[in-house]
């Protein structure tokens, strides 16, 4: 992570001058990936690659309210292994005091930030994860669109932490503005974290509404980390998955998870399944892998590094 000051007002009356600090972080990554039956027209292996730069900005009142902002940059592979250029996303922004933080814009929602919904995720481009067969409304942080500019709150006070969000979502699909609002709340206690979201969207102007309701666990086990969730949502039912990481080595981590559940009716109801690896080879280098299969009962599998900056 680099950090560079800048000056961002002068006060010429007085002759003072406020300082943001604004910071650069990321990470690259580049391999193969492969993906069984990937679709007409399309390769089955191909380029896997990405790079992301965040930047983040902030300063701080004279009261003691801190201010900030991110943007992000980001290029990512196309799925018939074209690369694409480069693009910023929308602006997040957040004012914070004390335990009380406030975020506007690109937002993420209360699943997407709710603690070990994603769990562990194995490979470089982690095709597969422990909620791949749930079909929650999240409406997470967008990496490379506009995102929901919604308003998030969120207030954490030692071991408690709960978030509520609101968006809506006007970006021009066929069913219009998404009405979405979630909410969750974690509690951390002997190690573990236990977190209950809920989200509901609906299209306005047309009556099709979409809720679900998310339970998870995680913690550490001794050498083993864990992390599991049980998820209810008015399109695939109930589904559930368990993840988690073992340390073999001072260097070297195996990664697995499963996903099962959903309505029998689709193809979400199919196991999901990954096992891979992550190996440090220093100065924040990762060479990752992977295989599994899909809830399509497709096999995947994906090997490369990732550098963080």
């Given at each position: 992570?680099?950090?560079?000051?800048f000056a961002t007002a002068a006060l010429m009356a007085t002759g003072s001058v406020a300082a943001a600090e604004v910071t650069f972080g990321g990470y690259g990554r580049f391999g193969m990936q492969y993906q069984e039956n990937r679709g007409v027209g399309l390769d089955n292996t191909r380029i896997e690659s990405?790079?992301?730069?965040?930047?983040?900005?902030?300063?701080?009142?004279?009261?003691?309210?801190?201010?900030?902002?991110?943007?992000?940059?980001?290029?990512?592979?196309?799925?018939?292994?074209?690369?694409?250029?480069?693009?910023?996303?929308?602006?997040r922004?957040?004012?914070e005091s004390g335990g009380f933080r406030l975020e506007v814009g690109n937002v993420a929602d209360a699943i997407d930030n709710m603690a070990n919904?994603?769990?562990?995720?194995?490979?470089?481009?982690?095709?597969?994860?422990?909620y791949s067969n749930t079909n929650l409304p999240v409406a997470g942080y967008s990496s490379t669109g506009a995102g929901v500019n919604g308003v998030s709150a969120i207030y954490s006070i030692g071991d408690f932490r709960a978030q509520l969000t609101g968006s809506k979502d006007t970006d021009g699909v066929l069913l219009g503005s998404q009405d979405r609002v979630s909410a969750s709340v974690a509690y951390t206690f002997s190690g573990f974290t236990v977190a209950l979201a809920y989200a509901e969207a609906e299209e306005t102007g047309v009556a099709v509404k979409r809720d679900g309701t998310v339970l998870t666990v995680g913690g550490s086990l001794g050498m083993v980390d864990v992390a599991m969730l049980v998820a209810d949502d008015s399109v695939e039912g109930t589904s559930y998955g368990i993840s988690g990481k073992y340390k073999v080595g001072a260097a070297t981590?195996?990664?697995?998870?499963?996903?099962?559940?959903?309505?029998?009716?689709?193809?979400?109801?199919?196991?999901?399944?990954?096992?891979g690896f992550d190996h440090s080879l220093g100065g924040g280098v990762n060479l990752r892998g992977m295989v599994g299969r899909?809830?399509?009962?497709?096999?995947?599998?994906?090997?490369?590094?990732?550098?963080?900056?």
């Open positions: 992570m680099k950090k560079v000051l990405r790079f992301r730069l965040d930047i983040d900005a902030e300063t701080t009142s004279d009261i003691g309210v801190r201010f900030g902002a991110r943007v992000r940059v980001q290029a990512d592979e196309n799925n018939n292994g074209s690369a694409n250029a480069a693009a910023f996303n929308g602006a922004f957040f004012a919904y994603y769990g562990y995720e194995p490979g470089l481009s982690a095709p597969i994860g422990q981590s195996i990664l697995a998870a499963v996903s099962a559940g959903g309505d029998d009716v689709t193809v979400a109801n199919k196991t999901a399944f990954a096992i899909n809830t399509a009962s497709n096999n995947v599998a994906d090997l490369g590094v990732q550098f963080n900056f």
